[in-house]
């Protein structure tokens, strides 16, 4: 069974551009979260889908969002981007939301805001 | 405000030792807890959970220890392998918010040939 595939893997963006990234879940799990790694923060929660609908949001600014697809694949985007937002974003899938699933990351897509 | 700490950013052991990786939490409501394996230009692997009704889970060479009085859990290695070696996380979770997990910060574990 494949595993979490998120593109692109490395990104460099300007301020104030936008960026999307992908991230396809495991076959037959529909729960997506994404997540924002930098150093010293550890991984910082943005938000939850599933069933195309979001669950969960983190406590980050309205220039992060996202959206899932009727074949669980997800997107996040992120508008007018800031130096801090230079992170590693991780994308997780479980088969079903709830605490007691375990979620599954992708490799992360690196970006790099200039 | 993190809620859920990793005070040591770093620990080094001997191969064949014990590794004990801690990690602190600060909400009550947490029920749900686990660790994850980073190695570098990877995500991180799921390694072993515990829920609170329990304090000890064993799977072969990692156990997780929780103790809800303290809000402390720990992850035990025995015996350590350099394989071992990479950043380890400690995430926690409340059954009522879904898979909106809090990390900590991660220790970067090195066993030593």
């Known amino acids: 069974k494949a595993g979490v595939t998120q593109t692109p893997r490395y990104l460099i963006k300007t301020r104030g551009q936008q960026v999307t990234l992908s991230c396809s879940p495991i076959?037959?799990?529909?729960?997506v979260s994404w997540y924002q790694q930098t150093p010293g923060q550890g991984l910082q929660f943005l938000f939850e889908?599933?069933?195309?609908?979001?669950?969960n949001k983190g406590n980050f600014p309205g220039r992060f969002s996202g959206r899932q697809f009727s074949n669980s694949r997800s997107e996040m985007n992120v508008s007018t981007l800031e130096l801090g937002d230079s992170a590693l974003y991780l994308c997780?899938?479980?088969?079903?939301?709830?605490?007691?699933?375990?979620?599954?990351f992708g490799p992360g897509t690196r970006l790099t805001v200039t | 405000d993190q809620q859920v700490k990793q005070n040591s950013p770093s620990l080094s052991v001997q191969e064949g030792r014990i590794s004990i990786l801690n990690c602190d939490y600060t909400?009550?409501?947490?029920?749900?807890f686990l660790w994850y394996k980073k190695y570098p230009a990877e995500g991180p692997t799921f390694l072993i959970s515990?829920?609170?009704?329990?304090d000890k889970n064993e799977d072969g060479r990692f156990t997780v220890f929780l103790n809800k009085s303290a809000k402390h859990l720990s992850l035990h290695i025995v015996p350590s392998q350099p394989g071992d070696s990479a950043v380890y996380f400690c995430?926690?979770?409340?059954?009522?918010?879904?898979?909106?997990?809090?990390f900590g910060t991660g220790t970067s574990l090195t066993v030593i040939p």
């Open positions: 909400n009550s409501m947490f029920d749900y």
């Open positions: 515990i829920s609170s009704i329990k």
């Open positions: 076959s037959g799990h529909r729960s």
């Open positions: 995430a926690a979770s409340s059954s009522n918010t879904g898979n909106q997990f809090y």
């Open positions: 997780a899938s479980s088969s079903s939301p709830g605490t007691t699933y375990e979620q599954y």
């Open positions: 889908y599933f069933s195309e609908t979001q669950r």
